[in-house]
């Protein structure tokens, strides 16, 4: 990336802090997952990575590309919303999968002790989707 | 000459073209079919006549149509004078059978379908005996015997004549095929497939070093056809055939194929001591025994089967003398034969169809009620043996003036005429039998029906042959010389020897033999008449011999025994070894250049090896590091590479107990190829390799729910046995997977000159108007390929389906995994049944997300598509991409409730896909460019601006619809199993349940 002397010094400066925040931030969701010792603790390290982590990445992104190309580039918007809207999607999935496991295998916390599924809560009529 | 041409061709194809009209008259018009058949072969007669006086000259007419001309392969017809000479047997007993026929089959019988084969079986034989071209001969050879399987199972309901059909056509049939081998082989030692020029190649044959193999593959041909021992056996069973047929194939036609095409190849093969030693005693052999045996038959058919057994013998024999005079009398023999035989096949049908059985035991005295039948069977039963003042005796006495002859000097020669006179007296044993005990003796009481003559018209066939017989046997210089000679002549050219066709010789020694035949003959009928009368069903002797049981023993062993064997040797159902196979054979055929470059020695090999390997990774432009190794070694890169190896040898370690872990790995190593080619600026790979990627585990991942359970308590993979068979396939793996990326690493590390690789990216703009070079190459400059691999998607896709259709899981994948189970349980204590699964559903949130992102991933979809021509996307790209909005949606909603919503039809889309392209390649002809040639400019469209618009766009559209229909089918295919298993365990359970009630009940 030789593009980066070609930036004005306060983008060249602000592109680089952003990269190297979000970089450090899913760094430290990386060491987490590592670290922590349950999944349920697990689950949630890495979504450091994926919401400010990424977050600063697309951000530094955003004011490289807006800088360098002199014109507003912010198409990254609708990166971070598709991976905001979609990465607890894989965390629901993957913690519920395992809770249930541990249900059959009885591992898990008990029921009473456990926070209640979301279909506990949210009960059929109270969801606007359609029913048949 | 005159032109021959159109002539030929018709008597070729007129009973083929009649045969066709046939077929298609409606089952009633009996007369309308026998009428056209009968015409059909008077015509061809009467064709035969006209070229009779060319004939008689010594002319040979030709006609030739080109076929394949680059391979020495013409149609050619070629009509010498044996040609000539069979061509009227065959039109003329043709003629005379579609007449009798007409009067024997009864009216419950369909008479088109009958005529449509005989005609067809007409042409055929025709087709065998005025060829002019080895491999054409053998094409109608073979469409002979297919058409006497379909005569003889003509009553297919009956058990008899389908398993006598199938033992012919078997027997015939692998003749038809070791012939044609023979056939190539004289065409290769002559160096033409023409007869013209096989006939006229003099010694060359003989003396060639293939000889014995051609010689042997023919006479293997010709000898089961003509039914010779030890392959007699097939035409006694094909007696079950309506007796016109038996009148025309068995006497005349088909069983004379065999004698027809060794008198045609006796000129250019018989000149040989080998030649002798396999027809001479193969034709003594089935003389006698056919002889012998047919003085025992009981049935009327079965006696003239094995009597044609021995007569065909007798003319084998005669061919394998080698002299021409025997050949003479071996074609003579051949046209008295089909005369006579022919009557008395007619003379059966006729007591068969009068009196209702054919069992010599039961009939008797039959001359009373049917006088003229006899008087005609007589006349023909004693040409048959060989009885003065007849066709037969004439042919007779020259076969045995020639047995005396010497030939080839040994005691089997010499023992030759005592042979000729003991077979002799058997035929005029089973001939006096067949009109003692048939017309003469106490009259038989319990017939099925009251015997009397039949219509004349049914008579006058036999009449005429039988008065054929009569003429010749009188006047023989006045009626058969002629045709005779044409026929000789036809065969040996300037060999022809003088013969006389004089009744009386004076007193010969072949006088004495006849006399001692026919006395000998009458009282061997006398000493065995009790023994025959009473009810032995065959033969004193060989009734232990049976061919048709060695027959039925040898396919049994064949199709039965070997095949099982050979299909535990080298079949199996299991997967893992089909695999196996693959692999290692695979990687042989990679090992084979090294190896044959090394001369197959091992220690070469691995040195070889060696050397390539320094040459490639030792090599100084690798130590001196030129720019593009230093690129490779990045440290990112090389991360990313260890984490996808990782995942690789992970994927592998686990693939036994742990499925699920093993696919989760192998995607993550997919995902570093992925990362690898956008590393290395490939956009459009990577983003094909990640789709790829997505689409083929989940796809993987909902086929792995059916598979059975594997854990490590299993104990017989604990055995010693087990570890070993893991520990090759270990071995083979690694050896193959070292290979692959040896190989690679080859190939991508060889000195690179200009490729074709930059001529396409100079070339992608300007002429396909595509700045993205692997669309344009996709889609344009290799626009056949990829209609090709679009196709082969396509039937893969279809494959999936069918076999997934008829897959049924093993039992123990039966029940729903435990946490299905557990769910169901949970959501049933709470939630009414029936309700959209997403309410009672653990997917809550996920489902709403995924169903709100459908249309966005449709969009996404279009996106990529459209802009492929220019950037990353494609036809390819986009059709995934559809496909993974579809897949999502079953995931999350299952696949009641996405088809209770959504139409898909996957095969309309494969099918409208692979039309599209193939017809944007077809429009390109339309402006008289060639097949798939893209247009392309730049159209101003309202909302998107300036757009390019390729015709390679709609050809992309039919990628796109393709690759879409092709996933979603296996996707489908996948999905409905789970329904389908549930449905089937629901209804077993209601059975089981209904069982319990009525077991209550009781």
Same mark, same amino acid.
């Given at each position: 990336?030789?593009?980066?002397? &070609?930036? %004005?010094?306060?983008?060249?400066? =602000?592109?680089?802090?952003? +990269?190297?925040?979000?970089?450090?931030? *899913? !760094?430290?969701?990386?060491?987490?997952?590592?670290?922590?010792?349950?999944?349920?603790?697990?689950?949630?390290?890495?979504?450091?990575?994926?919401?400010?982590?990424?977050?600063?990445v697309?951000?530094?992104?955003?004011?490289?590309?807006?800088?360098?190309? &002199?014109? %507003?580039?912010?198409h990254?918007? =609708?990166?971070a919303?598709? +991976?905001?809207?979609?990465?607890?999607? *894989? !965390?629901?999935?993957?913690?519920?999968?395992?809770?249930?496991?541990?249900?059959?295998?009885?591992?898990?916390?008990?029921?009473?002790?456990?926070?209640?599924l979301?279909?506990?809560?949210?009960?059929?009529?109270?969801?606007?989707?359609?029913?048949? | 000459?005159?032109?021959?041409?159109?002539?030929?061709?018709?008597?070729?194809?007129l009973?083929?073209?009649?045969?066709?009209?046939?077929?298609?008259?409606?089952?009633?018009?009996?007369?309308?079919?026998?009428?056209?058949?009968?015409?059909?072969?008077?015509?061809?007669?009467?064709?035969?006549?006209?070229?009779?006086?060319?004939?008689?000259?010594?002319?040979?007419?030709?006609?030739?149509?080109?076929?394949?001309?680059?391979?020495?392969l013409?149609?050619?017809?070629?009509?010498?004078?044996?040609?000539?000479?069979?061509?009227m047997?065959?039109?003329?007993?043709?003629?005379?059978?579609v007449l009798?026929?007409?009067?024997?089959?009864?009216?419950?019988?369909?008479?088109?379908?009958?005529?449509?084969?005989?005609?067809?079986?007409?042409?055929?034989?025709?087709?065998?005996?005025i060829?002019?071209?080895?491999?054409?001969?053998?094409?109608?050879w073979?469409?002979?015997?297919?058409?006497?399987?379909?005569?003889?199972?003509?009553?297919?309901?009956?058990?008899?004549a389908?398993?006598?059909?199938?033992?012919?056509?078997?027997?015939?049939?692998?003749?038809?095929?070791?012939?044609?081998?023979?056939?190539?082989?004289?065409?290769?030692?002559?160096?033409?497939?023409?007869l013209?020029?096989?006939?006229?190649?003099?010694?060359?044959?003989?003396?060639?070093?293939?000889?014995?193999?051609?010689?042997?593959l023919v006479?293997?041909?010709a000898?089961?056809?003509?039914?010779?021992?030890p392959?007699?056996?097939?035409?006694?069973?094909?007696?079950?055939?309506?007796?016109?047929?038996?009148?025309y194939?068995?006497?005349?036609?088909?069983v004379?194929?065999?004698v027809f095409?060794?008198?045609?190849?006796?000129?250019?093969m018989?000149?040989?001591?080998?030649?002798?030693?396999?027809?001479?005693?193969?034709?003594?052999?089935?003389?006698?025994?056919?002889?012998?045996?047919?003085?025992?038959?009981?049935?009327?058919?079965?006696?003239?089967?094995?009597?044609?057994?021995?007569?065909?013998?007798?003319?084998?024999?005669?061919?394998?003398?080698?002299?021409?005079?025997?050949?003479?009398?071996?074609?003579?023999?051949?046209?008295?034969?089909?005369?006579f035989?022919?009557?008395?096949?007619m003379?059966?049908g006729?007591?068969?169809?009068?009196?209702?059985?054919?069992?010599?035991?039961?009939l008797?005295?039959?001359?009373r009620?049917?006088?003229?039948?006899?008087?005609?069977?007589?006349?023909?039963?004693?040409?048959?043996?060989?009885?003065?003042l007849?066709?037969?005796?004439?042919?007779?006495?020259?076969?045995?003036?020639?047995?005396?002859?010497?030939?080839?000097?040994?005691?089997?020669?010499?023992t030759?005429?005592?042979?000729?006179?003991?077979?002799?007296?058997?035929?005029?044993?089973?001939?006096?039998?067949?009109?003692?005990?048939?017309?003469?003796?106490?009259?038989?009481?319990?017939?099925?029906?009251?015997?009397?003559?039949?219509?004349?018209?049914?008579?006058?066939?036999?009449?005429?042959?039988?008065?054929?017989?009569?003429?010749v046997?009188?006047?023989?210089?006045?009626?058969?010389?002629?045709?005779?000679?044409?026929a000789?002549?036809?065969?040996?050219?300037?060999?022809?020897?003088?013969?006389?066709?004089?009744?009386?010789?004076?007193?010969?020694?072949?006088?004495?033999?006849?006399?001692?035949?026919?006395?000998?003959?009458?009282?061997?009928y006398?000493?065995?008449?009790?023994?025959?009368?009473?009810?032995?069903?065959?033969?004193?002797?060989?009734r232990?011999?049976?061919?048709?049981?060695?027959?039925?023993?040898?396919?049994?062993?064949?199709?039965?025994?070997?095949?099982?064997?050979?299909?535990?040797?080298?079949g199996?159902?299991?997967?893992?070894?089909?695999?196996?196979?693959?692999?290692?054979i695979?990687v042989?055929?990679?090992?084979?250049?090294?190896?044959?470059?090394?001369?197959?020695?091992?220690?070469?090999?691995?040195?070889?090896?060696?050397?390539?390997?320094?040459?490639?990774?030792?090599?100084?432009r690798?130590?001196?590091?030129?720019?593009?190794?230093?690129?490779?070694?990045?440290?990112?890169?090389?991360?990313?590479?260890?984490?996808?190896?990782?995942?690789?040898?992970?994927?592998?370690?686990?693939?036994?107990?742990?499925?699920?872990?093993?696919?989760?790995?192998?995607?993550?190593?997919?995902?570093?190829?992925?990362?690898?080619?956008?590393?290395?600026?490939?956009?459009?790979?990577?983003?094909?390799?990640?789709?790829?990627?997505i689409?083929?585990?989940?796809?993987?991942?909902?086929?792995?729910?059916w598979?059975?359970?594997?854990?490590?308590?299993?104990?017989?993979?604990?055995?010693?046995?087990?570890?070993?068979?893991?520990?090759?396939?270990?071995?083979?793996?690694?050896?193959?997977g070292?290979?692959v990326?040896?190989?690679?690493?080859?190939?991508?590390?060889?000195?690179?000159?200009?490729?074709?690789?930059?001529?396409?990216?100079?070339?992608?703009?300007?002429?396909?108007?595509?700045h993205?070079?692997v669309?344009?190459?996709?889609?344009?400059?290799?626009g056949?390929?990829?209609?090709?691999?679009?196709?082969?998607?396509?039937?893969?896709a279809?494959?999936?389906?069918?076999l997934?259709?008829?897959?049924?899981?093993?039992?123990?994948?039966?029940?729903?995994?435990?946490?299905?189970?557990?769910?169901?349980?949970?959501?049933?204590?709470?939630?009414a049944?029936?309700?959209?699964?997403?309410?009672?559903?653990?997917?809550?949130?996920?489902?709403?997300?995924?169903?709100?992102?459908?249309?966005?991933i449709?969009?996404?979809?279009?996106?990529?598509?459209?802009?492929g021509?220019d950037?990353?996307g494609?036809g390819?790209i986009?059709?995934?991409?559809?496909?993974?909005?579809?897949?999502?949606?079953y995931?999350?909603?299952?696949a009641?409730?996405?088809?209770?919503?959504?139409?898909?039809?996957?095969?309309?889309?494969?099918?409208?896909?692979?039309?599209l392209?193939?017809?944007?390649?077809?429009?390109?002809?339309?402006?008289?460019?060639?097949?798939?040639?893209?247009?392309?400019?730049?159209?101003?469209?309202?909302?998107?601006?300036?757009?390019?618009?390729?015709?390679a766009?709609?050809?992309?559209?039919?990628?796109?619809?393709?690759?879409?229909?092709?996933?979603?089918?296996?996707?489908?295919?996948?999905?409905?199993q789970?329904?389908?298993v549930?449905?089937?365990?629901?209804?077993?359970?209601?059975?089981?349940?209904?069982?319990?009630?009525?077991?209550?009940?009781?």
């Amino acid at each position: 990336m030789i593009a980066i002397k &070609t930036l %004005p010094d306060w983008a060249a400066l =602000l592109t680089a802090f952003l +990269v190297l925040a979000g970089a450090a931030l *899913t !760094m430290i969701g990386a060491i987490g997952l590592v670290r922590f010792r349950s999944f349920y603790e697990r689950v949630h390290a890495p979504t450091l990575g994926a919401t400010l982590g990424i977050g600063g990445v697309l951000l530094a992104s955003m004011v490289y590309f807006s800088v360098s190309e &002199t014109r %507003p580039v912010v198409h990254e918007i =609708l990166i971070a919303l598709f +991976v905001t809207v979609t990465t607890p999607v *894989t !965390m629901l999935m993957l913690t519920q999968a395992t809770l249930y496991r541990d249900r059959a295998e009885g591992k898990a916390p008990k029921i009473t002790d456990a926070p209640p599924l979301p279909a506990d809560v949210i009960t059929p009529d109270r969801t606007g989707v359609r029913q048949d | 000459m005159p032109d021959a041409k159109l002539p030929l061709t018709l008597m070729l194809f007129l009973p083929f073209a009649s045969s066709a009209a046939t077929a298609l008259m409606p089952a009633g018009a009996r007369n309308l079919v026998a009428w056209l058949a009968g015409l059909t072969a008077l015509a061809v007669f009467g064709l035969g006549l006209w070229a009779a006086p060319e004939i008689y000259a010594g002319t040979v007419l030709r006609a030739q149509y080109a076929w394949l001309p680059e391979y020495g392969l013409n149609f050619s017809i070629r009509l010498d004078g044996f040609a000539w000479a069979f061509a009227m047997i065959v039109s003329g007993i043709g003629a005379l059978v579609v007449l009798y026929a007409r009067y024997y089959m009864s009216p419950d019988d369909s008479a088109p379908r009958f005529f449509a084969f005989l005609l067809g079986f007409m042409g055929a034989m025709l087709g065998v005996v005025i060829s002019g071209n080895l491999i054409q001969l053998v094409f109608f050879w073979e469409l002979t015997s297919l058409f006497s399987f379909l005569l003889i199972a003509y009553w297919h309901h009956k058990d008899a004549a389908r398993d006598g059909a199938r033992m012919a056509l078997t027997v015939t049939a692998a003749g038809g095929l070791s012939l044609f081998a023979g056939m190539l082989i004289i065409g290769h030692i002559v160096g033409s497939y023409e007869l013209d020029v096989v006939l006229s190649s003099g010694r060359t044959i003989v003396d060639h070093a293939m000889y014995p193999a051609a010689l042997a593959l023919v006479a293997f041909g010709a000898l089961t056809k003509s039914a010779q021992f030890p392959f007699h056996f097939w035409l006694p069973r094909a007696m079950t055939a309506p007796t016109p047929v038996s009148a025309y194939l068995h006497s005349a036609t088909m069983v004379k194929a065999g004698v027809f095409l060794l008198a045609r190849m006796w000129p250019v093969m018989a000149a040989s001591d080998y030649w002798f030693w396999v027809f001479t005693p193969v034709g003594a052999a089935t003389l006698l025994i056919g002889a012998f045996l047919a003085m025992f038959q009981q049935d009327l058919k079965g006696l003239l089967a094995y009597s044609t057994i021995s007569h065909l013998g007798l003319i084998v024999l005669l061919l394998g003398l080698g002299s021409p005079l025997a050949a003479v009398a071996a074609i003579f023999h051949m046209i008295n034969h089909a005369t006579f035989k022919a009557s008395l096949f007619m003379a059966a049908g006729i007591i068969d169809h009068e009196a209702g059985t054919r069992d010599i035991r039961q009939l008797g005295g039959l001359y009373r009620a049917m006088p003229i039948t006899a008087t005609l069977a007589m006349a023909a039963a004693a040409a048959m043996a060989g009885v003065p003042l007849l066709n037969g005796f004439l042919s007779k006495e020259m076969f045995f003036a020639e047995t005396i002859e010497s030939h080839v000097d040994s005691a089997f020669d010499h023992t030759l005429p005592y042979l000729a006179t003991l077979a002799g007296m058997f035929s005029v044993a089973y001939s006096l039998r067949l009109i003692d005990q048939v017309f003469f003796g106490p009259e038989a009481t319990d017939l099925p029906r009251k015997p009397h003559d039949p219509a004349i018209w049914m008579l006058a066939p036999a009449a005429l042959l039988a008065l054929m017989c009569l003429l010749v046997g009188v006047l023989p210089t006045w009626t058969i010389s002629g045709f005779l000679s044409a026929a000789v002549f036809g065969v040996l050219g300037a060999l022809t020897p003088e013969y006389s066709l004089a009744v009386w010789h004076g007193l010969t020694p072949a006088l004495l033999m006849s006399v001692v035949a026919l006395g000998g003959g009458t009282l061997t009928y006398l000493g065995l008449k009790d023994y025959l009368s009473g009810a032995v069903e065959g033969p004193p002797l060989l009734r232990r011999l049976s061919g048709k049981r060695l027959f039925e023993r040898a396919i049994a062993m064949l199709s039965w025994r070997w095949a099982r064997v050979l299909e535990e040797l080298l079949g199996t159902n299991r997967l893992q070894s089909q695999l196996r196979a693959l692999v290692v054979i695979m990687v042989l055929a990679g090992c084979w250049p090294l190896l044959a470059g090394a001369g197959f020695s091992p220690a070469a090999a691995l040195a070889s090896v060696g050397v390539w390997l320094g040459n490639t990774w030792l090599s100084p432009r690798w130590l001196t590091s030129s720019a593009p190794m230093v690129g490779m070694f990045d440290p990112a890169l090389l991360l990313v590479w260890a984490v996808g190896v990782a995942c690789a040898v992970g994927a592998a370690w686990q693939a036994k107990y742990h499925r699920l872990v093993a696919l989760i790995l192998m995607g993550g190593s997919g995902l570093a190829t992925s990362i690898t080619f956008v590393w290395y600026s490939a956009p459009d790979l990577a983003l094909t390799q990640l789709l790829v990627e997505i689409v083929t585990v989940v796809l993987i991942l909902l086929g792995l729910r059916w598979m059975p359970r594997r854990d490590e308590l299993i104990p017989d993979d604990q055995l010693t046995s087990a570890r070993l068979r893991r520990l090759r396939d270990l071995f083979i793996a690694i050896a193959a997977g070292c290979g692959v990326a040896a190989l690679a690493f080859a190939v991508l590390t060889s000195e690179q000159t200009a490729t074709i690789g930059d001529e396409m990216i100079r070339r992608a703009h300007p002429e396909g108007g595509g700045h993205n070079v692997v669309n344009v190459i996709l889609v344009d400059f290799r626009g056949f390929d990829t209609l090709g691999e679009i196709t082969v998607l396509g039937a893969v896709a279809i494959t999936v389906f069918a076999l997934l259709r008829r897959f049924r899981p093993a039992r123990d994948s039966f029940a729903a995994p435990d946490q299905k189970r557990f769910q169901t349980e949970y959501d049933s204590t709470r939630y009414a049944p029936g309700k959209d699964p997403i309410n009672a559903h653990y997917m809550l949130v996920q489902g709403v997300i995924i169903r709100l992102l459908f249309p966005v991933i449709c969009a996404m979809a279009a996106f990529l598509f459209m802009r492929g021509h220019d950037l990353p996307g494609g036809g390819f790209i986009g059709g995934l991409t559809f496909a993974i909005a579809f897949i999502l949606q079953y995931i999350a909603g299952g696949a009641r409730w996405v088809e209770d919503r959504l139409v898909v039809l996957p095969v309309r889309w494969i099918g409208a896909g692979i039309l599209l392209a193939a017809a944007t390649g077809l429009g390109a002809l339309l402006f008289g460019r060639p097949f798939l040639t893209t247009a392309f400019r730049y159209v101003e469209l309202p909302l998107f601006g300036k757009t390019p618009m390729a015709s390679a766009l709609s050809f992309d559209l039919g990628v796109f619809a393709l690759v879409f229909g092709a996933t979603v089918l296996m996707l489908i295919a996948i999905a409905h199993q789970s329904i389908r298993v549930y449905r089937t365990m629901e209804k077993a359970s209601v059975r089981e349940k209904a069982a319990a009630r009525s077991r209550g009940d009781v």
